[in-house]
């Protein structure tokens, strides 16, 4: 079978690298531009594109399809792939290139479609408290991840999974299921299913004026906004007026400590009052610093009992 991928984040490389090892005849590679990164602000190529040089795969990264549509609409037809496989490639397709694979646009959705349609499925599955996600196959249509789904697979979330711990699984159990829904199309062995558009919901994009702790919430939806945030772009808080990223945390309790929300109750083991609980920040990284265990951190600096995060007074 001849394929067209499009990808760009690291969520996509295992599909990308299934279909190689799988021996489909990847004809060519879409990723998004290049960007800059770190301080120098190197243009620095997308983990797709990596992946795809890697194995001798000619890569295209348009701006826009908007932009020289006609250019790489043409450059398709060409190809003539018989499937487009789509995993986070992070831009709409025109109707013009829906209609030119054979067996059609097979997208990798890392959510259990309707729910969460959008950019940010995993990380807002995991903020929302679901029990479960997981992966969609999906015949892309013109709307925002509303097409037909073809096959589904479902995982539970760990209560202390992180929304990068929860990419790296789905990452490979979408790799998995993308192959299984190809065989089935060729064999003509799967009926695709319309969605239901009354239990959808959108996954926004995360941003970073979301990061900020709000204390005062209850226990359960702040360690489920640390989880979600983890790794990027991370949940975070003050401590003497400096910058506290939060990476990993647990719930100790889910009783009211009678104290100020944010404030210290547990020095030794940085156990931290909320509106209603208690939670350990586990896993930090200090303005200025690495991120580490906030056993080591705790080892190097002294808290005292009673600080209020996010502010810099003691509580009397």
């Given amino acids: 079978m001849n394929v067209v991928f499009m990808g760009t984040p690291d969520f996509a490389v295992p599909t990308l690298e299934k279909l190689y090892e799988k021996g489909y005849n990847v004809q060519c590679v879409f990723s998004q531009p290049d960007k800059p990164k770190g301080r120098g602000y190197k243009l620095s190529p997308p983990p797709v594109k990596v992946t795809a040089l890697a194995h001798e795969t000619e890569v295209l990264q348009p701006v826009s399809f908007k932009k020289d549509a006609d250019k790489y609409i043409e450059k398709l037809k060409e190809l003539a792939p018989d499937v487009i496989v789509v995993a986070a490639y992070g831009k709409i397709l025109p109707k013009q290139v829906l209609d030119i694979p054979k067996y059609g646009c097979v997208n990798v959705h890392g959510s259990l479609l309707p729910k969460y349609r959008g950019a940010a499925p995993i990380q807002w599955s995991i903020i929302n408290d679901e029990k479960e996600t997981g992966v969609t196959t999906m015949l892309m249509a013109e709307g925002l991840d509303t097409g037909d789904m073809l096959l589904k697979e479902t995982v539970e979330i760990g209560e202390n999974e992180t929304s990068a711990e929860l990419f790296d699984r789905l990452s490979q159990i979408g790799a998995e299921l993308l192959i299984k829904t190809l065989e089935e199309l060729e064999n003509g062995t799967i009926t695709p299913i319309k969605q239901d558009d009354s239990l959808s919901c959108y996954a926004s994009m995360i941003t970073k004026d979301m990061c900020l702790i709000d204390f005062s919430r209850p226990v359960?939806?702040?360690?489920?906004?640390?989880?979600?945030?983890?790794?990027?772009?991370?949940?975070?808080?003050?401590?003497?007026?400096?910058?506290?990223?939060?990476?990993?945390?647990?719930?100790?309790?889910?009783?009211?400590?009678?104290?100020?929300?944010?404030?210290?109750?547990?020095?030794?083991?940085?156990?931290?009052?909320?509106?209603?609980?208690?939670?350990?920040?586990?896993?930090?990284?200090?303005?200025?610093?690495?991120?580490?265990?906030?056993?080591?951190?705790?080892?190097?600096?002294?808290?005292?009992?009673?600080?209020?995060?996010?502010?810099?007074?003691?509580?009397?």
């Fill in 220 to 316: 359960r939806t702040i360690h489920k906004k640390i989880c979600g945030l983890s790794d990027y772009p991370c949940a975070v808080t003050f401590l003497d007026g400096k910058r506290l990223k939060i990476y990993r945390s647990e719930i100790v309790s889910y009783e009211d400590s009678g104290k100020t929300p944010g404030e210290v109750i547990d020095e030794k083991n940085f156990v931290v009052s909320c509106g209603k609980g208690s939670i350990r920040l586990v896993e930090i990284q200090a303005e200025g610093s690495k991120r580490m265990k906030a056993a080591d951190y705790l080892r190097g600096k002294h808290i005292e009992k009673g600080i209020v995060l996010g502010n810099q007074h003691k509580i009397n």
